[in-house]
């Protein structure tokens, strides 16, 4: 049955076929006429000159940290306690790294080839053009998963066997590898995130401000000399940042709920006891092919159908079938009664909590959709401010953002505590496992919106008939509802995953609690709320900063280049393209860096429960920043858009270039960096700090403190014996000696062990006691000392030395036998 | 030396008594022609009708409030466990609320009165209208503090008093019914905060948008028929408001540290035992009189001096005066080493704690003035981005509201550290004591601000001399600026206040850990992150939506009142003031019922710990947003200003009327309810909800938790081996009794107390058995039958039953004799 893990990569291997074949089919479509494909052509450089100027900078991360992990890899012992890892850690985390490239590059190429070949099927029918431009999103879906699953399956393959030889610690190992596998992807989506979230926005904003603002000229007007750099910044932005994000969400979920997986008892599964491990990499393996399934239903009867029930019929069929399929793989191969750290849950409670994670995630994506679509109440109400000016729909808009937080966040909790109730602290870590397992299909859907508007641009560019921006202005505003549904997705996911993360990282750091009473913890609580205040701060300033520079060039070219108006001059499209590539490379630098360096300062500096109270401050305020600014922007974006059909305000019509017209695109322009660079970088923010949380874990362990193994049996309310002898509270100490590794171990790997970890004589004699004649430990054995050495040995107040029911009944009378015999 | 007692309301006495000196200076001086009398009139009965209207809707919430709190009184018992409480505690929370209502009245009686006399001084100097306008502040702060010190002191004896005959309880159940007074107190702050704040900027916003932008006419001017009410929001919002808040914040604080103050063993004082207690209500008592005498620091020589400088000298005078004098008064009354939950500290570190709180308040300060300071750097780079547009400008405006959280909160990080680690939980409490000592002078600075506000108002409806107008507007200029530093202050207050009065919290509930790494626990820290978006939302809707009636309304009078643009006809002024006190009553409901019932809710159904973490999610956020919304709205106020005297952009200087100037009154309009209405609600909103745990916390107590008392005890590293004992994880389970408590009690009344509690007899038994031969508790036996009967009775590892050190030598050698040695 162990080859069920085969399975695992060859349904990852399975997505990039398909996609490879999808790929081909939208290459062959029809490119257009000369003009279409010269702009199309000079779209593509630009994407590809960024891609290639963030990977150089990335690069010397990438090495740098490779060789920092290489280092701690060869770190084995810390305070006298051992480490599981590995130098090949490093190797996971570039090959995290560039499959999360990889990941954006394909998306992006894709995108840059479907969005002229969707223009040319525009020309035809809506039918056809949704036809090519989703194909071109589904490409990217199944290369985000399909990479992530075969990385994430293979790699584990390889560990098992490289680590074979460590007998009980090969798959602790293994999976503590494999964390680097995510942190390099985790890592190069923040950068990607950040880096094509700047360039787009500075691109669009500055392209506004002086096209549609100040020259009168409309969106993607081929004279705007930013136009080119606009509809680059789709690419980059909307589709490689977001290809490189979720392929960080995914896996970074995969692992943590393997990370919980592995500290379940499941002796009586057919796999070995790795069924919870390889639970999530199954389900999330079958739901690349579901959301294949799903993509058959995305289709229209002709350009009146609706586009966003086609789209929402394709997503809904993905996860009905991922959700009843996760019953079977589930009732199959988990043992039906489980149990971790103290909590014993069924299998069926496991699938109830995969069941509840998607639902929050429905909810998540119903109540963003209500918070930004047209027609909605919040939107309306903008609408209805933009009325009274500027500023009264700047506080409309950033009043819907703040009330969108409620549902969200009540979901979220409840989520949180009705998957803990089903399944412990692995309830919660499979439910977001669960909502992220068709993320190629949510990805698909995402992925097609820039496309749509990118075919929109070069329409517009290339003064097609007004018929084809018909069509692919219909495409694109559906694509901004599934945008922000898409991201509500993302950060309901992140939250969930950040705190299965975390659960893993108490267990790692050997601390049981993280307790917001103490002074330093709740300092450190303070400090994590406020990292993505300033996170999204500088994001936002370097989109201002960054269209300003490019508001100055547009302006100067207008000024120095006599006939650009006048269509006689063509504007010097890459020098706006070189302004944006620099900018976002520039000011990714410092939020990346803060998110990367504040773990390490704090953990390192005040231990692991500060660093505990900073990843919950972090994770709290990050989800509320994260919501407010998306669905705020989100909104912002649609009230804008409203006017394009006309509103009624106090029983008044109003369209474009009306007053109240003018403030909804000041609110809008607020709203991009909102929506686009900061907002959507907050779910990455959490969960890529929780990963360096994790990784250094071991290297900041409380002293005295436990391993994970034993962390995670310390804290359940039902402790094992000879677990329960090691805790540091309990009447004895047995200091640097673990009797529950000994407890896996033969005596003579026991003595050995208690050697290498420096135990004293008198502790190491006491682990050899442990064993029977036969040379194996003796768990009966163990039990009875414990019985015998713990203050637990009597009931409360009873405490009077006996070792024996008898000699209890002698010194303390029936009552104390009793509780012998309910207590052991 | 009990007499000390006495001294603290004596002091707010005095306060009272300077007050009513310098009110009367106020009501003596020249009140101007009959116009500005009229106008003043109109603006002194739109304020009165204001407060009547508030009153009349919060005498009904504080009836309410009052039976709930008089029956949870009654209540003598919750599972098992004695509560210490009455229905006096009604009573204190009516006192509180009507003095906090009181508070607020005399602040805006004295400050509509002193308008239109500073208006008259201006005529002839700067020192003059400064003099009038400050004794204003003066008297409003003197009126805050003196009725806080004369209310708290006051009921504190009363209750001691009255509660004289509960022995040991005395002082616990007065101080828990002290809890009631702070209660009151910070309700009718909220709702006089939020009210006072959606009036006054649902006016001047209102006032603004159809005065400044649509009909081109100055502010306050008199053809503007929602100038008054504007002018009165100045007084219901900026003054009453401000002077209900910080009464509130005062009054919490000061109560927060006596309830951790009664924790501490102070045994060896000369107070008997009180000296912690009685610190903080003589040092801002005291911090009174030093206010007093920083006031006469407050002169200029001419015109041409600096008024900020002059406010400054006031303020740091005060504060170094409050800092000498705190040592010699720590130095005085407390013994030299104390001890609280374990954590052990001497009277010196006492005083180091209060020198941090009042370098974290200075730093605070400095940071806020810097961020919203004209010509610094974060102001300037908001006009610089107000050339790009409205929507660059409100970019620049966030991104400089989030940017500074940063040192802010680094500082309070830090000062919660610094604070604990030299005196523990009592050191964060009188460290925020420490900074609120000098509140009257503060709240002097504070309310100046609006005084010389509505006195420029007056000047120009009146059509005075520009000189005039210029005077007036120097004095505002410099009120801006201290009215951030004030929020900054505040904010700090709160912060450590709530975590004063979340240690508090946590003794009585009965927890002894907030463990957010617990499912249940981080949703609770969810919802409480959530908690200050929501209400954020409310607030700044609320102003939007107002803000529209009084646009309308605005607009109706211009359309259909012939001849008020040529000063022919009066705009109906009142009309204007109805809409804005309608619309404020109307929306402080929700915002304020939220703050109030989340806590019963969460407490009644969730428990404590997850209360627990829901009072630290809403602290940490509603920290972060009442720094960012107050400095952005700050930052774009003062950028705003900026244009009057001309700006230079890019080597092109700017006045008003200008395109970005244009943009930055934007920027100043959207700023407007962040920095009066929701920003400064923040802190009133983290107090209120601690303060309504605080007040349940008995109520919600763990089953089988422990009383606050013992709480504290067994929170500390080293426990006292008596109060050891009841301890629920311990050996053994004393149930009912609680050893604690006999100790401080006669055998005989021990007897009384086991059987009022419902021991069983064994219990009551071993209680007795403590009693020596003359009646007296007999610690010693105590302790001997702690050693005999705990699990600590050996040290670890060596738990063989032993009795006395000589049986434990025999059993387990020297290591654990000494261990015994050590350890007893």
Known sequence: MMNVIYLVPALGLIGLIV?????????????GDKNMQELAGYIADGAMAFLKAEWKVLSIFVAFAAALLAYSGTIHEVNGKPIHSSWIISIAFIIGAVFSATAGYIGMRVATKANVRTTQAARTSLKQALKVSFTGGTVMGLGVAGLAILGLGGLFIV?????????????????????????????????????????????DVGADLVGKVEAGIPEDDVRNPATIADNVGDNVGDVAGMGADLFGSYVATILATMVLGQEIDASGDQFGGMSPILLPMLICGLGIVFSIIGTWFVTIKDDKSSVQNALNLGNWASMAITVVASYFIVMWMLPESLSMRGYNFTSLNVFYAILVGTIVGAIMSIVTE?????????????????????????????????????????????????????????????????????????????????????????????????????????????????????????????????????????????????????????????????IPFIFSALCIQAVGKAAMDMVQEVRRQFREIPGIMEYKAKPEYEKCVAISTKASIREMMLPGAIALITPLIVGFAFGPEVLGGLLAGVTVSGVLMGIFQSNAGGAWDNAKKSFEKGVMINGEMFYKKSEPHKASVTGDTVGDPFKDTSGPSMNILIKLMSIVSLVIAPYIAVEGGMTSEQGMKMNGAQMECCGDMMSTNSGMDMGKCDMSLCKTMSKEECAAYCDSVGCSAEEKEMCQSMYGADGKFDEAKCKEMCKTKMGSSCMEGCDKGCKTAEECAKSCGDACVKSHATKM
Do not use: C
């Open 19 to 31: 996609m490879a074949i999808k790929s081909a089919w939208v290459s062959k479509q029809d490119a």
């Open 159 to 203: 560990f098992l066997n490289i680590f074979a030889d460590l007998g009980v610690d090969t798959v602790k190992t293994s999976i503590e590898v494999l964390t680097g596998f995510s942190l390099g992807a985790e890592s190069i989506a923040l950068f990607a995130r950040v880096g094509g979230g700047i360039y787009t926005k500075a691109a």
């Open 370 to 530: 209500y918070y930004t679509a047209m027609g909605k109440a919040p939107v309306l109400s903008i609408i209805q401010q933009s009325s009274t000016g500027h500023a009264t729909n700047i506080i409309g808009g950033l009043s819907v953002g703040m009330k969108s937080t409620v549902i969200p966040i009540l979901t979220l909790a409840a989520g949180i505590m009705a998957s803990y109730y089903f399944a412990g602290l692995y309830g919660v870590a499979i439910a977001a496992a669960g909502m992220m397992a068709t993320t190629a299909m949510q990805l698909a859907i995402d992925a097609f919106g820039p496309i749509a508007d990118n075919a929109g641009g070069i329409a517009e560019m290339s003064q097609l008939p007004p018929e084809v921006r018909e069509r692919t202005d219909n495409l694109d505003a559906v694509g901004n509802t599934t945008a922000a549904t898409g991201k509500g997705f993302a950060i309901a996911s992140a939250a969930l995953t950040s705190l299965a993360l975390f659960a893993a990282f108490v267990g790692i750091a050997g601390i049981d609690a993280i307790n917001i009473y103490k002074a330093n913890v709740l300092a450190g609580l303070f400090v994590g709320g406020m």
